[in-house]
């Protein structure tokens, strides 16, 4: 029996789990099983691997994106240029590692974006905003970091303006702000500043629409949460493991 699953910390907000035991019911797949690995820290990862020769693959959620380079063997260039790795490839006792979040964000902010958006505001500078960040480049669009500790090249939430929002037309949020259970939270923004030519694109799909995406709605802005995005990195993560 072949084993995939998720580290992360904590994972009670997964959706790989569910996902893939449905995939493998629905394609007849009988030699493969999905499980969740909570590790309280990454150390916790060189335990797992040794007690589990049966793991094939790994996904990687919060926090551990940017906590995997020293115990990959390889990475893809993906991995190697965002400094985030989502994905892992065991075979033969090696771990090589990808970056599905951008193949991901990529496919799913295309279906929506408009040529008109060409400055981004990203919330949050945790592994995911990497992925995001390439991608935007990659388009061509601009991009404003912004995060609770501000530093170089980030602004502080404090420093959005009206003006700012009103000049980023597309705005992403990356942090886990109203995920569920917290879904009274979001992003401290200046909402008002948001109308009809806005994109707000939440890697969040619990619950489906987040405050953040709430209050975009109510100003007539386009809005998408993270769930498509995720059905396209499940499916790249088992063309990954079945290369």
Not at 71 to 80: G, I, R, Y
Not at 118 to 144: D, E, M, N, P, R
Not at 207 to 217: A, H, I, Q, S
Request: net charge negative; aromatic share 10%; glycine share 8%.
């Amino acid at each position: 029996m072949k084993t995939y699953g998720l580290i992360g910390f904590p994972l009670s907000h997964s959706f790989s789990k569910k996902y893939f035991t449905e995939k493998f019911l629905k394609e007849g797949i009988n030699d493969a099983r999905y499980e969740l690995f909570p590790l309280a820290h990454i150390s916790e990862l060189s335990q797992l691997l040794t007690s589990r020769p049966d793991l094939c693959g790994l996904n990687v959620t919060i926090p551990y994106k940017e906590q995997l380079h020293s115990f990959l063997q390889e990475e893809n260039d993906t991995v190697a240029a965002t400094g985030a790795c989502n994905c892992i490839l065991i075979k033969d006792g090696k771990l090589k590692g990808f970056n599905t979040d951008v193949i991901g964000f990529e496919k799913s902010l295309l279906g929506l974006w408009k040529p008109s958006q060409t400055k981004a505001l990203v919330l949050g500078t945790g592994g995911a905003s990497k992925a995001v960040l390439f991608v935007l480049k990659k388009l061509g669009i601009a991009s404003q970091l912004v995060s609770r500790n501000p530093s170089v090249g980030s602004l502080g939430y404090d420093d959005v303006t009206n003006e700012i929002v009103k000049d980023h037309l597309l705005i992403i949020n990356t942090t886990p702000a109203g995920m569920y259970p917290h879904t009274d939270e979001c992003p401290p923004l200046p909402y008002d500043a948001i109308g009809a030519q806005h994109f707000l694109f939440d890697l969040i799909y619990n619950p489906e629409k987040t405050m953040f995406l709430k209050k975009g709605e109510e100003r007539g802005a386009v809005i998408q949460n993270g769930f498509e995005m995720l059905v396209i990195q499940a499916e790249e993560s088992w063309k990954i493991w079945n290369q």
